[in-house]
């Protein structure tokens, strides 16, 4: 399947993991300009090299930015307009998860790292993106959108999640802001929609997970098997894309139905 995506992509956390994966699976469907942000530049060169294998007429520019910080995000926005003349798609993937841990034994430093980058990192991406969406006319071909942002959540920003009440705290709070702005800006032609992940395989997921942990969450997941990059990436292909015109405000698990399980994760 191909979807239409004529327009500039810029993917937060695009070094590793989801970002990774939504980078190539855009490339892969005929985006034709990625604009590849992250902290770790290493890691966005490897991803540029991996997206050019299979696509090497794609344009992709990268570039080191701290979602955290204020200034660097404005810059985020500015180089990709300098490179590419506007912003089309956003997505939203940068993110930290912590070790899990109960409320009483965690310490003020982790939580303030959690939020400083999931909450308040994210609500920065939001307000820099959708002033740049404003100030753009809609793509030709891409009916009255002015632009599509895809922020990724977590099951733990709808649902409990035991030992993670900061993660839970950072991811509920973007369903609330996305849910806030697609309000908003619905009707000035910009799109917001939230992905919540299930388990998806990622070095994150390992190194935050005990050993036993995979197998485990595959046996109770309903379809039998953990997620990878690639089927987050194609659910934030569709919703970047002309055929998800109608879908506005929605947040929609990617979960092989671990939800369905409802507070046992
Ligand atoms: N893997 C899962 O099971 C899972 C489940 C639910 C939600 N998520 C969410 O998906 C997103 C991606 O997770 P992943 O598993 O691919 O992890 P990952 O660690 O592979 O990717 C996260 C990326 O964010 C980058 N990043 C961290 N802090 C940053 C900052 N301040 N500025 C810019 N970039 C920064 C990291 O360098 C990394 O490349 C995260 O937001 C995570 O919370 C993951």
Redesign the pocket.
């Given at each position: 399947m191909t979807f239409k995506l004529p327009g500039v992509c810029l993917i937060?956390?695009a070094?590793?993991?989801?970002?990774r994966g939504a980078a190539i699976t855009l490339a892969q469907e005929g985006c034709s300009r990625l604009f590849l942000?992250?902290?770790?530049l290493e890691?966005l060169q490897e991803s540029k090299n991996q997206l050019q294998h299979v696509s090497s007429t794609a344009r992709v520019e990268v570039l080191k930015?701290?979602?955290?910080s204020e200034s660097s995000v404005k810059r985020m926005i500015d180089e990709c307009v300098s490179k590419f003349g506007r912003l089309d798609y956003a997505l939203n993937?940068?993110?930290?998860?912590p070790q899990r841990t109960p409320i009483a034994d965690v310490k003020i430093e982790t939580y303030d790292k959690v939020i400083a980058?999931?909450q308040y990192?994210t609500w920065l991406c939001h307000q820099a993106e959708i002033k740049q969406m404003m100030k753009q006319e809609p793509l030709e071909g891409y009916g009255d959108t002015r632009g599509s942002i895809v922020t990724?959540s977590?099951?733990s920003g709808i649902n409990a999640s035991s030992g993670m009440s900061t993660y839970c705290a950072s991811k509920h709070s973007i369903v609330g802001f996305a849910k806030t702005d697609a309000q908003d800006y619905g009707p000035h032609g910009i799109r917001v929609n939230v992905i919540c992940?299930?388990?998806?395989d990622?070095?994150?997921?390992r190194a935050t997970s005990p050993p036993d942990a995979p197998a485990a969450l595959a046996a109770i997941t309903p379809v039998r098997r953990l997620g990878k990059?690639s089927d987050v990436a194609w659910l934030a292909a569709f919703l970047c894309s002309a055929e998800s015109s109608f879908i506005h405000g929605a947040v929609i698990p990617c979960d092989g139905g671990l939800s369905l399980r409802r507070g046992v994760i």
């Open positions: 937060t956390g070094a590793s993991g989801i970002g942000v992250d902290i770790d890691g930015v701290d979602i955290a993937i940068a993110g930290v998860v980058i999931n990192g990724v977590s099951l992940p299930g388990m998806i990622t070095d994150l997921f990059p």
